[in-house]
């Protein structure tokens, strides 16, 4: 189940800024249509409750401050991108064409199953990169699998179905892979060059740890190789 982050040592920090007492905080907040009692603003600064969706966002305004700077996180899951930008579930539900109960259902499990059109509307609503795009998505475990077995074996047969967990076109997908099969072809060759060699047991351990390494940062590596693509957004924005 979906709760909202919330730091009360920066809701503190926030009013303490503007100069505001928490009744002022509260009768702000009833002018943005959010009312609430003062009680209920010193009750989020002690850390004994948390504000709702609606009243993080209309606190937010009233401190001026982004919802982020409230959350005290930097946004990683789907949930916490919607609040960074300040969406509640039925007004993004609207934006995407999904239902609610849909939506918030990918909210509680972390996985999007959108079709391409809803992805696009998502996207564009949260302002993700196609990097970011994944780990909300749930697709970076999928991502990582696909990877490995591309490495290791027959790459070409995973451009496909890489392509589309990266919404990335097959051509620069082709060439990631083309290289990382390469590099990671090296490690066998250096591996049996050893071995052939008679060298020590360091020498093999060294390329085996090596290896290992290469393969714990498969992703990452193949988004360096992506490059700026990855960094964007992979759909223009306000387009349709």
């Given at each position: 189940m979906h709760s909202t982050p919330f730091s009360p040592a920066e809701a503190r920090s926030a009013r303490a800024r503007m100069g505001l007492s928490a009744a002022q905080v509260a009768h702000s907040m009833a002018a943005c249509g959010t009312p609430v009692p003062p009680h209920l603003v010193l009750a989020w600064e002690q850390g004994t409750q948390a504000p709702c969706d609606r009243e993080l966002f209309a606190l937010s305004d009233v401190l001026w401050c982004e919802a982020t700077a409230l959350m005290g996180i930097a946004p990683r899951t789907l949930a916490e991108h919607r609040l960074a930008r300040k969406l509640t579930v039925e007004r993004l539900s609207y934006r995407i064409g999904m239902d609610p109960t849909e939506y918030r259902d990918a909210e509680a499990t972390?996985?999007?199953?959108?079709?391409?059109?809803?992805?696009?509307?998502?996207?564009?609503?949260?302002?993700?990169?196609?990097?970011?795009?994944?780990g909300v998505m749930g697709r970076v475990d999928e991502l990582a699998d696909h990877l490995r077995a591309a490495v290791d074996g027959r790459w070409k047969t995973f451009v496909d179905p890489v392509a589309e967990i990266v919404v990335v076109d097959a051509t620069s997908v082709g060439d990631a892979l083309r290289t990382m099969h390469g590099e990671f072809s090296q490690f066998s060759q250096r591996y049996m060059g050893h071995l052939v060699a008679r060298n020590d047991d360091a020498r093999l351990k060294e390329v085996a740890a090596e290896r290992a390494a290469y393969l714990r940062r498969l992703v990452d590596h193949f988004w360096e190789l992506i490059g700026e693509e990855g960094e964007a957004s992979p759909f223009p924005l306000g387009g349709r």
């Open positions: 972390r996985q999007w199953r959108g079709d391409s059109w809803q992805t696009r509307a998502l996207v564009e609503a949260l302002g993700l990169s196609l990097r970011e795009l994944i």
